[in-house]
C-alpha cells in the first residue's frame, strides 16, 4: 500500500523567511513518481514539479527547490524568501506507474506567508 | 493553451437530487480523472477514462459515475445525493494515464 505523509498541517512565517515543507511516503514499488501541488484559495491545483524514484538529483527553480532522499523516504519542499503570494495549501504526491494508476495525496500542509 | 475547465463552478442541490458536472481537458489531452475533496478525507481519487474508457476506480459508491466522449470531455454524475457529498470536486487531465495531471478550478458542490 501507498502512503503520502505530510505531517505538517499548518505553517506560518512571515515574509522573507525560509520555509520547509514535508513529505515522506511509503511504497514497495522502485519505480515510482513524486509530486508537488500547490492550491491557491481559488481552490486549483497548480503543478509545481515531478520527479521520477531513479533521479535523486535535487532542485532548484527560482525561490522554490526541492530535496528527494530515498534513502528517508522524504521529498521535501522548500520556498526561500517566501512571499505573501505563496500562501497557499501544498500537496505531496505519489504514483506508481505501471500498475493501477491511482495517485495518493498527502493531507496537504496550509503555509500562510504574513506580511 | 486554454487550461482544463470545469462548469458549473459552483452548485447547491438538495438532498435525493442528482447533478452532473462537467470537464473540459487541456487541448490533446486524452485522460481525464476526478477527484473528490473534503476537509475531512482530504484530496480522494474517483475514477479516471482514457479514451472514452474507464481506466481506474476509486473507492466510492455506485452513485458515483462518469463518461468521456469522443472530444476528451468528461463528465461525472452523482445520483441520489447526501450531505456528505458536499464537496470540491476536481477534474485533472493528462495527455494520458501516468502522465502529469493539470488541474481544473473545480466545482463547489452544497448539498442541502
Known amino acids: 500500500a501507498q502512503k503520502v505523509t505530510q505531517a505538517q498541517t499548518e505553517i506560518s512565517v512571515v515574509e522573507k523567511e525560509d520555509v520547509t515543507l514535508d513529505c515522506v511516503y511509503e511504497?514497495?514499488?522502485?519505480?515510482?513518481?513524486l509530486f508537488w501541488y500547490k492550491q491557491p484559495p481559488s481552490g486549483e491545483l497548480v503543478f509545481l514539479i515531478r520527479r521520477n524514484s531513479f533521479d535523486e538529483q535535487n532542485e532548484i527553480s527560482g525561490r522554490y527547490s526541492w530535496n528527494f532522499q530515498k534513502s528517508t523516504s522524504s521529498f521535501n519542499f522548500t520556498i526561500t524568501a517566501s512571499q505573501v503570494v505563496d500562501s497557499a495549501v501544498y500537496f505531496c504526491a505519489l504514483i506508481h506507474p505501471g500498475g493501477s494508476y491511482i495517485p495518493t495525496f498527502g493531507r496537504g500542509t496550509s503555509l500562510i506567508v504574513h506580511p | 493553451k486554454a487550461g482544463v475547465t470545469q462548469t458549473p463552478r459552483y452548485l447547491i442541490k438538495t438532498r435525493g437530487q442528482q447533478v452532473t458536472l462537467s470537464c473540459s481537458p487541456i487541448s490533446g489531452h486524452r485522460s481525464v480523472s476526478w477527484y473528490q475533496q473534503t476537509p475531512g478525507q482530504g484530496l480522494q481519487f474517483l475514477f479516471e477514462?482514457?479514451?472514452?474508457?474507464?481506466?481506474n476506480k476509486g473507492n466510492f459508491p455506485g452513485r458515483f459515475s462518469g463518461r468521456q466522449f469522443s472530444n476528451s470531455r468528461s463528465e461525472m454524475n452523482v445520483s441520489t445525493l447526501e450531505l456528505g457529498d458536499s464537496a470540491l470536486y476536481l477534474c485533472a487531465s493528462s495527455l494520458a494515464t501516468q502522465e502529469t495531471q493539470y488541474f481544473g478550478p473545480g466545482t463547489r458542490l452544497l448539498v442541502l
Open positions: 477514462y482514457f479514451s472514452e474508457t474507464q481506466r
Open positions: 511504497t514497495r514499488d522502485t519505480t515510482y513518481y
